[in-house]
């Protein structure tokens, strides 16, 4: 039996939770975190919190005092000893509650906790590599928001369910301008001439935890990291490319459509990462 946290409640998985009057559930009003526990720690939580709470302000929610990191934190940690879990996947989701789209009952946040577990191999090197298709029916818009992980998932939604149907691991979705955005599920970096490139923030990405430490580490091992705007063509002229999140940490791109990449640098960096810093590379 598996079990969630709701409002600071463990109750059954099954158990109903959200009312037809959700604010959540009828409009997106709300943000998450996906983050993990391995080696007994929740792997980068001061980074997750912190990117949450800048999207709560965003979104003009009224913090309680009691609702700070610190009780999080100890939500979490209860949830996963009850789900009896030593490698978790956790998605923390926070939400404004009932009320119209012009009169919410009130600001304050709602939240559910779920865990997952992690298989043995997670964070480790794909051996394979991952299968990628360019999605173009739902462009990501760029504005202050787009930088948070909020419940407003359309066009990465619409971009994984595309990537089902073409068989393919993941699809990279592409923002108003139809320049490079990020994937489905995760940043993306290419690779030139041994020049790294990821897509600037100001492209409407994902200000990805994951993305940030693996810049900071790349530059501490002397790779140049540029960030950017890249356009489709860029992309398939790449030598490499790989995505990142918070999950997998680093997978390497086989193909996008019909263009073939190598992973000889990305080999290179992955082990680079293992040896600077096991625990959050794991």
Not at 201 to 225: S, W
Not at 266 to 281: A, E, W
């Amino acid at each position: 039996m598996a079990f969630i946290n709701y409002n600071g409640k463990i109750v059954d998985i099954s158990t109903p939770v959200i009312d037809a009057n959700n604010r959540g559930f009828k409009y997106g009003d709300g943000l998450f975190e996906t983050f993990k526990f391995k080696k007994n720690q929740l792997i980068l939580l001061d980074e997750h919190l912190a990117r949450l709470w800048n999207g709560m302000r965003l979104f003009d929610f009224q913090i309680p005092k009691l609702f700070n990191p610190d009780f999080l934190e100890n939500e979490i940690l209860q949830l996963i000893q009850k789900n009896k879990l030593t490698s978790a996947r956790i998605r923390l989701t926070v939400f404004r509650g009932p009320g119209g789209l012009f009169d919410p009952l009130h600001h304050h946040p709602q939240f559910i906790i779920e865990t997952g577990n992690l298989p043995d191999n997670n964070g480790q090197l794909n051996t394979n590599g991952l299968h990628c298709c360019i999605y173009r029916n739902a462009l990501k818009v760029i504005d202050q928001f787009s930088n948070c992980k909020h419940n407003n998932y359309l066009p990465y939604m619409m971009g994984a369910l595309f990537a089902k149907k073409e068989k393919c691991n993941d699809a990279i979705i592409l923002n108003q301008n139809n320049n490079i955005c990020d994937s489905s599920i995760a940043n993306i970096f290419m690779i030139k001439n041994g020049i790294i490139y990821t897509p600037s923030l100001n492209e409407g990405c994902i200000a990805g935890i994951m993305r940030k430490q693996i810049m900071l580490e790349l530059n501490k091992l002397n790779f140049e990291v540029i960030e950017k705007s890249i356009d489709e063509r860029e992309l398939i002229e790449a030598d490499e490319v790989f995505l990142t999140n918070s999950i997998f940490n680093l997978k390497w791109v086989e193909t996008i459509e019909n263009k073939k990449f190598g992973n000889k640098i990305i080999q290179t960096i992955y082990h680079d990462l293992l040896k600077t810093n096991n625990l959050i590379f794991c």
